[in-house]
């Protein structure tokens, strides 16, 4: 089946811990993006890429990055210097148009 | 600067009645126009865009009107089932990229 898979569904770390979401596509779409959703904040955009070896920051990049070494596989690394962590966090493709989004990540930092 | 706004964080409705969902807009660049509805602990599903070429897309139960001078949209259904029960997020883009910009979303719940 083509989709989008993110892995975990549920992740739990401690404050100070660097942790990495993941994110895959079989979609053969271009362009991958990654969002974060907060109660009665809609979905912010941190990080997208519209093609390998290239992205760009979002409207909250800051204690973030990513990587796009494969058209595929687009990884997003929360690091210790983002200071409110605990999110909904989505990955989303498309080549033009709607974006398909995954299943999702629930993280939680304690 | 909240570009994509969406007033209403929930609307209650009655099983087989209309379902109304507003969006308002205030970027003139924006082209395209999209809703995405969104249960709980899962990732947004597409429903219906419309270019603003259009001022009106129908597919089924779901309709969207876009109202250019008035940067305004909404999402019609009817009628409302209680599977509909969901957020609902409006999103739009300008240009040819594929950079959306979201709305906060609005809590749809359809009663018995």
């Known amino acids: 089946d083509g989709g989008i898979t993110q892995s975990p569904k549920y992740l739990f770390r401690k404050e100070g811990q660097n942790v990495t979401l993941s994110c895959e596509q079989n979609l053969n779409h271009d362009a991958m993006y990654w969002y974060r959703q907060d109660p009665g904040q809609g979905l912010r955009l941190i990080y997208y890429?519209?093609?390998?070896?290239?992205?760009q920051k979002g409207d909250i990049a800051e204690g973030y990055s990513v990587s796009r070494e494969k058209k595929e596989s687009f990884p997003l690394t929360v690091t210790s210097a983002q200071k409110n962590p605990t999110a909904f966090y989505l990955c989303?493709?498309?080549?033009?148009?709607?974006?398909?989004f995954g299943p999702g990540t629930r993280l939680t930092v304690t | 600067d909240q570009q994509v706004k969406q007033n209403s964080p929930s609307l209650s409705v009655q099983e087989g009645r209309i379902s109304i969902l507003n969006c308002d807009y205030t970027n003139s660049m924006f082209d395209y126009f999209l809703w995405y509805k969104k249960y709980p602990a899962e990732g947004p599903t597409f429903l219906i865009s419309?270019?603003?070429?259009?001022d009106k897309n129908e597919d089924g139960r779901f309709t969207v009107f876009l109202n250019k001078s008035a940067k305004h949209l909404s999402l019609h259904i009817v009628p409302s089932q209680p599977g509909d029960s969901a957020v609902y997020f409006c999103?739009?883009?300008?240009?040819?990229?594929?950079?959306?910009?979201f709305g906060t979303g609005t809590q749809l719940k359809v009663e018995l």
């Open positions: 419309i270019s603003s070429i259009k």
């Open positions: 890429s519209q093609i390998v070896n290239d992205f």
């Open positions: 989303a493709s498309s080549i033009v148009g709607e974006q398909y």
């Open positions: 999103a739009a883009k300008a240009g040819g990229g594929n950079k959306l910009t």
